[in-house]
Structure formats: structure tokens, C-alpha cells
């Protein structure tokens, strides 16, 4: 098989990052074809850094046209997601969305029908599935050495932005730009990491504040109450106001709990089960032993661009995704919940009632008056992923 | 001055580790001089071990009759501490009230007009605002070091009891008997800290189980999310059911977060105020610098002997007591908002609809079907205070 011809549709501060990546053939069998985006200015940019055999195209119509590339990397604002991967599972070319998958989950579940009806490969940039870290705590507790999950609680709060950062985008932090702030933004990755390791909960209470740091309308502080099916209860806190925050998730289970924080996974296991001890123990006052395990993990993960080779391997290959696009309507069903439960002030159950909710982000988009001071700026995204 | 004569109330657990250090001559100034409890087994116990010089009663009414004492501690059950304390103060003895205050807040804060009206020195048992990294904690925040709170997070989850725990008091984990479970039985201490450090909240939303990992029928696992007059916003989770649980406090404010874990005190001070950081910076992607500073924490405070000292040194010498009688309202006002805000599935505003708690309560008692398996055991209480 020739060279994957991959064409980046958005080539602002993600996209570019991408595009640089694929331009210097980091990722075996693909290579940068063309660059789309709707500013003249980051053609110009494009031309100047990856010269004329990168084709450029104004529209994302026009990439598709022109039959020059085989696969898409869909990096635009979020409303753009669901609508550029159905145009082109459509075209007959492979796609990989950046996260989140969209801004509403009705849009996804389409996006989702549509990908399931289709024979191409549909991923999501959910790069930090590719960190052992991550990997090694979702295997911890799939393979049951955690025993039956009690609690998860995770604060990430290390997603501070200025006021500049916001003011740097003109879609950003609106609802009708972005529809949504830290939950949409920043915390899509740590929503899939924890529902990928811990699994989905069935109901939502969340507490939201919008603009509460920053001049913006949408929320850039939120604490949520979750329960899963089991019974299980977990939190989850994040904010881009806290500085320097917190990246703690705590799971507990039968045979004790698992911290990651600060790049390493500690896991203090007990000897006996927790459940059977509670109710064999006859001594009153005791607890079981427990043991604190500092768990080997190996390597830093190759991020966004691991997350591409895996989808260019899965076209070439049939390698197995590690981000398939159709989860990408899990974080997104989280963050939803909680927007949802914020607005109306109620619990959720999940899955969440589409309509309303898009009912509800409609009204906010309705009666925006939020006006952006400044016009778009591409920003450098070096050194600012969240691992 | 001659030495203060003191009467237990209640020599279970508690009460008998206070007459212990009482007995020892440990708390200058002070001497065990009574004790009295309903269990005849107690009272032959402290016959064999204290002797015939401590007087014994089998009945509060028969000790405040005696004029055998000039102050009484009180390790009774919860719901017997303001009518006995009350009873003291009425026959000018001084008042050492173990936690909680009492079960619910109208008893409370009738106790609490009744102590305003006397002169007579009335404490509550406290003992962890003894602990150095206690007072620290709330030394740094009350300085203005950590600057405006914005959150508070606290995960204190190492109360593991076991079903044999429970079933060693008659009293225990009943409406009728306890009046609640982890809120009013261990969680006390931490509620009241919370408070301490970073304030009273104005709005309580708790989601609390029944009754999940043991044979009660009260709570043994909360989550409650919390607000704070300036906005702040605040976590408190609890249970007895997880091994070996954590003991994380968490603020932040507009100069950083300060953590307490494991008995170390951490500081993340920011160089610049956050808020400030987040108007002023113009480079987009940015955060304030911060250093990661280790507070020294000395020695480990005199814990429950320490407040028994210094309720002697308030008596006999007017010295400003660590933990005043009054202030056990606090975190009672906390854990009814918890109950309440579980029982209505609604947020509460504080303070509470008092009346509306005790019918709730009264109604838990009257429909109560627990019928306890075992008699009430005296537990050794060594090593089980949470530092």
C-alpha cells in the first residue's frame, strides 16, 4: 500500500501540531498531503512552513473535491466535528476527530450511526489513552485486582487559563462558538480516562459556575456527584481558575485504592477483602491489613502522535484503535450531564435527554450577549497537554 | 486554689480513657472524683480500678445531688449531652462535652443560650484542634497567606468500622439511640476542622447512603458538596466502608492550595495572586510560578488530655479555651445539613430549618424496625483516634 494521503482539516493551534508531525514523517505510511482552514493567514503559514506539495484548500468542500487525500484529521472548533467525519465517512475517506466528538450528544449519536454504516476507520484524539500510566490503571482495575469498584474521585484542577488565553480565540469559551467551557475544552481527556477506567455512571448532579474567574459566559468552575450502577459514588472537580491545581484521581475498591498523582500510581491493596473482613472481623475496632504498592509503569506514551500512527495502522493494518471514535460520545454524555444538571438544577440519569439538552444550549446561544474582544489568534499548544 | 474536683458521666469507650488520665494525675490541677454510668459492670469496673476514693453514681441525678464535684465531663451517648450539660451548669458545675454537641440543632442551641446565660466554663472535646498541623493549617489560611479561599476539598475516608464495630453498642448506628452514624459518630472532629480552617458554608447538598457496606440503618457513606458566602466551593466525603481509606485536606485560594496528607502540611504558593495573574497576563498558555513548600508542623499535640488541661486552665485560671462549648454547634449545623439535604433530596440553606430536621429525625425514630443483635460492649478506644 502506498502512503496514507492525510489532509488536516483546521490547522489552528492543534491542527498545526499535527500537520508538523506528519510533515516530518514521524508517522510510518502517512504523510501530509494537504491543509485546510478557513484563514487566508494560516494558508499563508502553511505554504511558507510546508511548501507547495501540501495542497491547501480554503474549504473543507473543496479538500473534498479534489480527491487529494485518502484520510482526514478534523482539528476545527468543536460544533464541526460530527458534521466534517459524516462528510467524510461519506467521501469514502477514514477519519480522526479531535476531542471532544461534538458539542451535543445528539449530533454524536448520528455522527455514531453514520460511522457504524460505514467500512471506514473512525477515531478520536483521545492521546492520553496512550500513556502507560493511564493504561496500567485501567488494567489494574479490568482485571480485577481492585475488586468490585466503591468510589472513584477525581480533582484536576491543573487546567488554569488567563483571561488572555480566552480572549485569544474568537469561537472560544461562547456557547454559540464552542458551546461549552472547561468541560468541552480541557476536561474531554480526563471525562474518557475516567469512564474508560472506572466505566460509565447512571446518574449526575453537578454544580457549575460560568464566568466565575473569567470574563466569559461559559463555566470555567464545576463540581460533579456521580453513581454508578453498582452503587458506586464518585466526584469529579475541575475548574481553570485554580493555579497551580491538582491532578489526583483516587478509585477504591474492595481490595483498597489506587492514587495516580504526580506521575505515579500507588496501590494500597489489603490482604483480605474489605466487604469480607466488615463482616467477619469480630475484633470491634480494626481494619484489614493493607499494603501501599508502588505500581511499575513504563515510559511516557506517545500522545497525539501515537494516537495517529494507531489510526493510520488500523487503515493499513486492521490494527485494533485504542481511541475509537464512537466512545467519543461517552466523555461527551458526562460533560453534558453535567451542564444539563447545572442549568435545571436536578439530578440527570443517564443517558441524558438529547432534546432538552440541546433545547437548553440552544437558549444560551439565543440569548448570548457575550462579545469577544478580540479576534482569533493561532496560540502554541508546546508544553500544554495534561499528562 | 484546691484541685478541681471531676466527675465522668458515662465511662464507656470514651469516658473511661478520660478517667484514666484523670486518675494518673496527668491534667495539673485537676483530680478524678467521680464517676458515674447506668451499667453496673462499668461501675464495678471502676470500683477495681480507681478504688473507693472516687465516688460512684449510677445515675447523673444521684452525682449532681451529691456535691461530690466542681465540673463534669460528659462521654455519654450524643443525645443526652445538652440535657446534661444544661443540668450542670443549672447546679454551677463547669461543662466538658464530649462530640458531637448533641444530634440535632435546636437542642444544641438551647444548650448553647443556656451556657450564655452562666458564668460557669463550658467546653466540647475537640481533641484535634490540639494537633500542631490542625492549628497550622488554620493559621496559614487566617493570616491571609493562602489569600481568598476558592475550594476546599476534603477526602476523609480512614474510618473503617466493621459490622462487629456495630454491633458492640446498643446505642450505636440508630435513630433512636445514636441519631445518625459516620456524620455524628467519627465524623465530628473532621466537620468540625473543616470549619475551623476555612469557615462555615452558606448551601449543603449531601447524597448520603443508608446502611451500604454495613447492617445500620443510618449513613455510612456521604458525598456533599458545599458553598461558601464568597462564592468558594467545597467537597466532604466520608465513609466507614472503605480500607484503608484517605485522609486528604485540600484549599485553595488566590496564592495557591495548601494540602494536608499523611501528617505533612504542603504549600503551593503562588509568586503572584492568581486572580491577578489571570487579568494582567497577556501570553495565553500561562501559569503563575509557584513553589512547593514543605510548612513545618511541630510535635503532636495532646489530643483529648490536651482540651481536658486546658477547659482546667480555663476554670482555674481563665485561660481562652481551644474549643468552646458554643462552637459544637458548627459542625452539627454540618452534619444535620448533610442528613437533611439527603432526606429532602434538596439543597439546603444554612442555618437549617431546624424544625423540619428533628420532625425528619423523629420520623426515622418512630419508623425505626432496627432491632439490634447484641448488647452494649465496652471497646477499648486505643489507636483509634484519626490524626
Redesign the interface.
Known amino acids: 500500500m502506498e502512503q496514507l494521503r492525510i489532509g488536516i482539516i483546521g490547522i489552528g493551534g492543534m491542527g498545526t501540531h499535527h500537520a508538523n508531525y506528519l510533515f516530518a514523517n514521524e508517522v510510518p505510511g502517512a504523510k501530509l498531503a494537504a491543509v485546510c482552514d478557513v484563514s487566508p493567514d494560516r494558508l499563508e503559514y502553511a505554504k511558507a512552513t510546508f511548501g507547495e506539495d501540501v495542497k491547501r484548500f480554503a474549504t473543507p468542500d473543496a479538500l473534498f473535491e479534489a480527491n487529494a487525500v485518502d484520510a482526514v484529521m478534523i482539528a476545527t472548533p468543536h460544533y464541526d466535528h460530527p458534521p466534517l467525519v459524516m462528510e467524510a465517512l461519506k467521501r469514502g475517506l477514514h477519519a480522526l476527530s479531535e476531542k471532544p466528538a461534538g458539542v451535543y450528544t445528539r449530533q454524536v449519536r448520528e455522527m455514531n450511526e453514520a460511522a457504524a454504516r460505514s467500512d471506514r476507520v473512525f477515531g478520536i484524539m483521545f492521546n492520553q489513552r496512550t500513556l502507560p500510566i493511564h493504561q496500567k490503571f485501567k488494567e489494574l482495575v479490568e482485571s480485577g485486582e481492585l475488586g468490585a469498584i ?2 472513584t ?1 477525581w ?1 484536576i ?1 491543573t487546567w ?6 480566552y480572549d ?1 480565540g474568537g469561537w472560544r469559551a461562547t456557547w454559540r462558538g464552542e458551546g461549552g467551557g472547561v468541560l468541552l475544552n480541557q476536561c474531554p481527556h480526563n471525562l474518557d480516562l475516567w469512564q474508560w477506567i472506572a466505566g460509565m455512571p447512571v446518574k449526575v ?1 453537578a ?1 457549575c ?1 460560568f464566568g ?3 470574563d466569559i459566559e461559559v463555566e470555567d ?1 464545576v ?1 460533579a ?1 456521580v ?1 454508578y450502577a453498582n ?1 458506586a ?1 464518585g ?1 469529579f ?1 475541575t ?1 481553570t ?6 491532578n ?1 484521581l ?1 478509585v ?1 475498591g474492595e481490595r ?2 489506587i ?1 495516580m498523582e504526580d506521575g505515579k500510581l500507588t496501590f ?1 491493596r ?1 490482604r483480605q477483602n ?2 469480607e ?3 467477619t ?8 491489613e ?1 499494603w501501599k504498592c508502588d505500581i511499575p509503569v513504563a515510559g511516557g506514551g506517545e500522545q497525539h502522535k501515537g494516537i495517529t500512527k494507531n489510526w493510520v495502522d488500523a487503515i493499513r493494518k486492521g490494527t485494533p484503535l485504542m481511541a475509537p471514535g464512537a466512545e467519543g460520545i461517552n466523555s461527551l454524555t458526562l460533560s453534558n450531564a453535567m451542564l444539563l444538571s447545572a442549568w435545571t ?1 436536578s ?1 440527570v440519569d443517564l443517558p441524558i435527554d438529547e432534546d432538552l439538552f440541546h433545547a437548553e444550549l440552544q437558549k444560551r446561544i439565543d440569548t448570548s450577549r457575550f462579545q469577544k474582544k478580540s479576534e482569533g ?1 493561532t ?3 508546546k ?2 497537554f495534561n499528562a
Chains 1, 2 share one sequence.
Do not use: M
Open positions: 466503591q468510589r474521585n480533582i484542577t488554569f487559563r488567563s483571561q488572555s488565553y485569544s448532579r454544580f459556575s466565575k474567574y473569567h468552575d463540581t456527584y453513581e452503587g459514588t466526584v472537580v475548574t481558575g485554580d493555579a497551580p491545581g491538582s489526583r483516587e477504591t483498597g485504592k492514587v494500597w489489603t474489605v466487604a473482613f466488615c463482616r472481623y469480630k475484633g470491634g475496632f480494626g481494619s484489614p493493607s438544577d439530578t489568534k496560540l502554541q499548544t508544553g500544554t
